[in-house]
């Protein structure tokens, strides 16, 4: 993958260097020992410096670590390194650690890492970090200067001697240091990480230790320092984190007499967010002081005067509850304070407001925002002008034209290239079209218009992919991409599944994703064919043009499909139209409304501070007195004097597509207006006495807007009755949830229906346009009616659609034609190729007629019972379905190395071998892909294997693989002359038989 220039380079280079936080510091010379801490499974901890220092461990545990796997100690846990001459460096040495202390007991000296008689890194009391070294056969201590340790923070800690001093860095800068000279003094000891031997114990988590034998530069410190903590913010999800101020601009005079001033410009936001979620609807991101009723600190930049003089100040801003003005600021001008109040103005629109004279000398100026509410008061854009007449355009387009006037910013568009394939929108449906295009060999171009890939699942976001799975499904837990990033995120205790699908995107080099890029217009050929999508950036504005053949629409929005002129559906249909018992007896445009979310919190948060935390609302909330039965009766109401719950919502008139500002807004009174229900009207108010309500999300993930149609309508019917379709192309299961259009205001609890349905097929003609030829689509825009959109909305479901949708995309660019021509021609094709990719189409099994196995006998070293027979590897189906078992797996009582032989009618030239292992799709808990430590390698699934292939006189070894955690493996070497394969199973990651579910052959 490449990631485009400019605003995302910092994105970019970080992306790409997920899985090697080291490989950032420049500096791998002379490294002596290097623990990830990610290996995942056994109790060696590999030392990927080369030097062999393998780190044996036992009693310990795998936790979240920077990028992936860190590691803490149990009672009596031990990590151990032999002496090595490699671990005794004796002219210069650095010893390095990432720690995440959680109130450790320093008088007891928690270790990092020690070699006694050598050098230690630990705790020390005093609150005080200390590094030792023997020189001259003396301990010396350098203790660090910093004493306040934030519990769960991840703090770089670094000792390094240059035969000269003796120095301490913390988090990249140092701390402290002292002369020293000598050799330091060889041991016999070995090396400890998180204790030393058996006393001082560190118990909390350890991660990405490093000892060099020679003293590393500071710049290299530093940047090993950025590169983790920037790993360390994407896991919070800490959004400004994505904010590349570097790129930002120092405001000044471009246009003689006028001083514009972005929100982005400014040098430090103080509390203020930067929200970037509407710049399509305001024009530009704006700075929100979301503090929840406790203003929030200043955000202050200088701007540059070159001609002193009068100067008028204007203010873009907006009252977002007109006659309750809750978010209200000042601006000051080198310290004196605007007469104006802003966010005043009594209408919800974006308005100027007139901040008044102020005499200005030559030079750098002061500008600070200062929140007087807390309740989420935003400013856009500053002007300082001499021109004492002039009026700031008010309507979108002039502010657009006035804002490039002024910033000297151009209109030039950029044609960023021609690619075979267009997919816009990252979340799960976008990304897996994205990839399974680009694995097609289609040159493709993945366009989102956020910092980060993943939709309602990224790391801004964070809701759970969910499926049939979670709907109480037997064995139903999508495989394919779904299951192969799902299992790369858990394996390595990645916050978010997108973040998993952030390193197998990293891997296609067809692939180029577009962040912050938003889609506006496409253009279009007669025909109603799109031949490319305009976009701007979201933090700069600059244009660009992507030229393609086929297009994708995973917006949410279906805005591609919007803007290519395809036709829509939005609201809920009339019962008649699809004959569904479901649906209302007249059409409206009610659409579900989205939720408050930000990474684990969904509507708000609250924390006990032990003492009474009295709340008020203020004016602006809404009373919901007047239904406290029903919210008292609803499902998960036990839990919301804490936090939040998914029917914290807005009436379903909101409209979420064309205002999303005001819909989120909405939400934001909708939670405030509850937790001021919930503290002084409730039967939570005891509970709920001491708790104080947390800074609320401000994210709005959406969930229904609307819908492109296709030459098929998904409706009730064909999901209550289990239609068969002949163009299936992936399974659903999730039932038909339909929230209520009252939401949280409904007398009738939070939901419209909420339906159990069978698991079902779902057909490729409803996720392409049925009049714009060459725009697919996947998500929630797709064509089905909103009662079906109850189940084909959750991620498990869009990310399946979006797998198919991109597999077809390359396939038209392939055959040179257009999705429809692939349902009338290529539809088995299709499908083939999606069981090939390991998704799960009902009823349809591998009939793959370049598969070299499909017709081969079978053999294995043992069978477990006759359900779960060699045999099953070729039934061509690679999961549980009823009774049927479809895999092989070895007698439990046997011990390993099993293996299971595949012998063809006649040798074949063979260069590719297919596996598919269980990694139990059948487990609800694991249905989400949130599990974590010793689940992250499922039991079940096999770890370490060969694969032989016999060529008539002798086995040759073409994959030899230890530590696997996936389900699905693909081992490509060069064609070679076989007539058995041999796939000998050494050990499972815990269960006692060895189980395949598939072996496929090819020469491709
Ligand atoms: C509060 C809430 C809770 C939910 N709970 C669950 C759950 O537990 N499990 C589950 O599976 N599903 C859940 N859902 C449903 C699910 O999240 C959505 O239906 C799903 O995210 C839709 O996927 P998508 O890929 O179509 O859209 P999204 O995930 O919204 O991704 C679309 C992406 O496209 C980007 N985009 C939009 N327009 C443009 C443009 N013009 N140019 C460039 N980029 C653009 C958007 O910013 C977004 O990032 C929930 C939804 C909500 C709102």
Not at 84 to 101: C, F, H, K, Q, Y
Not at 187 to 204: C, E, I, M, Q, R
Request: a negative charge; one cysteine or more.
């Amino acid at each position: 993958m490449k990631i485009a220039e400019g605003y995302s380079k910092r994105v970019c280079a970080l992306l790409s260097s997920i899985l090697t936080i080291a490989s950032m510091a420049g500096a791998s010379s002379d490294v002596r020992a290097h623990w990830t801490m990610n290996d995942g499974a056994g109790t060696d901890l590999t030392d990927s410096s080369g030097n062999g220092n393998t780190l044996v461990g036992k009693n310990f545990a795998y936790s979240q670590g920077l990028n992936s796997a860190a590691v803490s100690l149990k009672t009596d846990g031990e990590l151990r390194a032999e002496n090595s001459e490699s671990l005794n460096p004796a002219d210069a040495i650095t010893v390095e650690a990432w720690i995440r202390p959680w109130e450790p007991n320093f008088q007891d000296s928690p270790t990092f890492v020690f070699k006694d008689g050598s050098y230690v890194l630990s705790f020390v009391p005093g609150k005080k970090v200390g590094f030792r070294l023997w020189v001259g056969g003396k301990e010396h201590l350098l203790s660090s200067k910093k004493t306040d340790w934030k519990k769960s923070v991840w703090y770089h800690v670094v000792g390094a001697y240059d035969g000269r001093k003796m120095r301490l860095y913390v988090d990249g800068k140092l701390d402290n240091e002292v002369p020293m000279s000598g050799k330091i003094d060889a041991s016999d000891s070995p090396v400890f990480v998180g204790t030393a031997n058996g006393k001082h114990f560190l118990w909390n988590p350890i991660d990405e230790v490093r000892i060099f034998g020679r003293a590393l530069a500071v710049d290299e410190i530093n940047k090993a320092t950025l590169a983790g903590k920037f790993e360390a913010e994407r896991m919070d999800a800490r959004h400004a984190a994505f904010f590349h101020k570097g790129e930002k601009r120092k405001p000044k005079a471009v246009v003689p007499g006028y001083i514009w001033v972005d929100a982005e410009d400014f040098d430090e936001y103080g509390g203020w967010w930067m929200e970037t979620q509407f710049v399509p609807q305001v024009g530009s991101p704006y700075m929100l002081a979301a503090g929840t009723g406790e203003p929030v600190e200043d955000a202050v930049t200088t701007v540059n005067v070159e001609k002193p003089g009068t100067y008028k100040l204007w203010v873009r801003n907006r009252n977002w509850v007109k006659d309750h003005n809750p978010g209200t600021f000042n601006v000051s001008v080198n310290g004196k304070k605007s007469d104006t109040v802003f966010g005043t103005e009594p209408i919800e629109e974006w308005v100027w407001q007139d901040g008044g004279i102020f005499e200005l000398e030559a030079g750098d100026v002061e500008l600070k925002l200062h929140d007087l509410t807390g309740w989420y008061g935003r400013c856009d854009a500053i002007i300082l002008t001499r021109d004492m007449y002039y009026i700031p355009p008010f309507v979108l387009e002039g502010y657009k034209g006035e804002q490039r006037r002024l910033t000297g910013r151009g209109a030039a568009e950029k044609t960023e290239g021609d690619y075979d394939v267009v997919v816009v929108g990252a979340g799960a449906a976008g990304i897996n079209a994205a990839i399974s295009s680009a694995r097609m060999g289609a040159k493709t171009a993945l366009i989102q218009n956020r910092p980060m890939i993943g939709g309602n699942n990224s790391t801004e976001m964070g809701v759970p992919i969910l499926g049939p799975a979670d709907f109480g499904k037997k064995n139903a837990r999508e495989g394919g991409l779904n299951e192969e990033i799902g299992r790369l995120r858990s394996f390595n205790f990645m916050q978010k599944w997108s973040n998993g699908a952030e390193v197998i995107a990293a891997g296609e080099k067809n692939l180029t994703i577009f962040l912050n890029t938003h889609v506006y217009d496409v253009e279009r050929t007669e025909g109603n064919r799109i031949v490319a999508v305009r976009a701007f950036d979201m933090i700069d504005g600059h244009l660009s043009r992507y030229e393609g053949k086929q297009f994708i629409d995973c917006t949410g929005d279906a805005w591609v499909g919007y803007y290519a002129g395809a036709e829509l559906m939005r609201g809920r249909e009339p019962r008649w139209m699809f004959n569904e018992s479901n649906a209302p007896e007249e059409a409206d445009i009610m659409t579900m409304s989205g939720a408050l979310m930000h990474s684990h919190t969904l509507g708000y948060n609250s924390v006990d501070t032990g003492k009474p935390e009295p709340f008020s609302g203020p004016d602006w909330v809404w009373d919901l007195s007047f239904n406290t039965t029903n919210l008292q009766a609803r499902k998960g109401y036990e839990k919301t004097h804490k936090s939040g719950s998914w029917w914290h919502e807005n009436r379903n008139d909101v409209d979420d597509l064309w205002n999303p500002e005001a819909a989120r807004d909405g939400l934001i009174r909708v939670s405030v207006s509850y937790w001021d229900w919930i503290k002084n009207v409730s039967d939570s108010k005891e509970k709920a006495a001491n708790r104080k309500l947390l800074p609320l999300p401000v994210t709005n993930a959406k969930r229904e807007t609307v819908r492109l149609v296709g030459d098929f309508v998904l409706k009730q019917d064909d999901l209550v009755e289990t239609v068969w379709f002949e163009d299936a192309i992936g399974h659903g299961g999730w039932g038909l949830d339909i929230h209520h259009p009252d939401a949280i205001f409904s007398t009738e609890g939070p939901f419209d229906f909420n339906t159990h349905i069978s698991m079902y097929n779902v057909p490729f003609r409803m996720l392409y346009s049925k009049n714009v030829p060459n725009l697919m689509m996947a998500g929630r825009n797709v064509s089905c009616t909103h009662v079906a959109l109850g189940t084909v909305r959750v991620q498990g479901t869009t990310g399946m659609m979006g797998q198919a949708v991109g597999t077809a995309a390359a396939m038209c660019v392939r055959y040179g034609t257009d999705p429809r021509g692939i349902y009338q021609k290529h539809i088995t094709e299709l499908q083939q190729q999606l069981l090939k990719d390991d998704q799960y189409i009902i009823g349809l099994r591998n009939e793959d007629l370049n598969d070299l196995a499909l017709d081969a006998g079978v053999s294995a070293s043992s069978e477990k019972s006759a359900l779960f027979s060699a045999q099953n590897v070729l039934s061509g189906v690679s999961r549980i379905v009823g009774d049927q078992m479809n895999m092989w797996a070895s007698d439990p009582a046997q011990d390993m190395p099993q293996w299971l032989e595949v012998k063809f009618r006649k040798p074949k030239e063979v260069n590719a071998v297919y596996l598919t292992f269980d990694t139990d799709l059948n487990d609800a808990k694991r249905a989400t892909w949130e599990w974590k430590d010793d689940e992250r390698m499922p039991p079940e699934c096999v770890r370490d294997y060969q694969v032989q292939l016999f060529d008539g006189s002798i086995w040759t070894t073409v994959a030899a693989v230890t530590g696997n955690y996936q389900r699905r493996r693909i081992h490509r070497f060069p064609s070679t002359k076989a007539s058995k394969i041999k796939v000998v199973v050494n050990a499972t990651n815990g269960d006692q038989s060895a189980r395949v579910y598939e072996v496929r052959a090819y020469n491709e």
